[in-house]
T-cell receptor, first 114, second 116 residues
Framework: DGGITQSPKYLFRKEGQNVTLSCEQN?????MYWYRQDPGQGLRLIYYSQIVNDFQKGDIAEGYSVSREKKESFPLTVTSAQKNPTAFYLCASSARQGSYTEAFFGQGTRLTVV | AQSVTQLGSHVSVSEGALVLLRCNYS??????LFWYVQYPNQGLQLLLK??????LVKGINGFEAEFKKSETSFHLTKPSAHMSDAAEYFCAVRANSGGSNYKLTFGKGTLLTVNP
């Protein structure tokens, strides 16, 4: 079945560590996105990529990094510079052609700093 | 720039009652509008979307929404609430043109509680 797979579902990070969240899609979508979700704040865009080897900062990119070496994969690294990383992270993808198309979401990764 | 405002962070209804979740948008060009539903600790699932054409849009699980350009609104309704409708609902907008037209902008969400 086509879809978006995020792993792991739960992730624990120690202070000062970098961690990488995985996102893989087999929908043949060009565009991929990372959102951060905090209670009462909706979804905030971290980074997005419309094509392989290209990506742009979203609204809250500080302390995060991404890569887009393959169409299917868009990993997110939460660096030690991110001061408040505990949140629910959602990856999404959409067809690039036509902004009328919806985004499809993964099941999310819950990151907790311990 | 585009934005979305969801009126009411928490809505509570009785089972069988009408569900009305409000969404107003701001966009300088005709928008594409979406409603998503999220169950606890899960991703978002598309309920319905408005692109062009008929302004009354029907979605899954008995939900529908009406695009009203004059009111810049896209409210979500369901005639009779079911216990399984309890979830968080997000309205989203995507601009119809421009270089950043592939970004979705989300509202802050409305948590729907259904009482027996």
């Amino acid at each position: 079945d086509g879809g978006i797979t995020q792993s792991p579902k739960y992730l624990f990070r120690k202070e000062g560590q970098n961690v990488t969240l995985s996102c893989e899609q087999n929908l043949n979508h060009d565009a991929m996105y990372w959102y951060r979700q905090d209670p009462g704040q909706g979804l905030r865009l971290i980074y997005y990529s419309q094509i392989v080897n290209d990506f742009q900062k979203g609204d809250i990119a500080e302390g995060y990094s991404v890569s887009r070496e393959k169409k299917e994969s868009f990993p997110l690294t939460v660096t030690s510079a991110q001061k408040n990383p505990t949140a629910f992270y959602l990856c999404a993808s959409s067809a690039r052609q036509g902004s009328y198309t919806e985004a499809f979401f993964g099941q999310g990764t819950r990151l907790t700093v311990v | 720039a585009q934005s979305v405002t969801q009126l009411g962070s928490h809505v509570s209804v009785s089972e069988g009652a009408l569900v009305l979740l409000r969404c107003n948008y701001s966009s300088s060009v005709p928008p594409y509008l979406f409603w998503y539903v999220q169950y606890p600790n899960q991703g978002l699932q598309l309920l319905l979307k408005y692109t062009t054409g008929a302004t009354l849009v029907k979605g899954i699980n008995g939900f529908e929404a009406e695009f009203k350009k004059s009111e810049t609104s896209f409210h979500l309704t369901k005639p009779s609430a079911h216990m399984s409708d309890a979830a968080e609902y997000f309205c989203a907008v995507r601009a119809n043109s421009g270089g950043s037209n592939y970004k979705l902008t989300f509202g802050k969400g409305t948590l729907l509680t259904v009482n027996p």
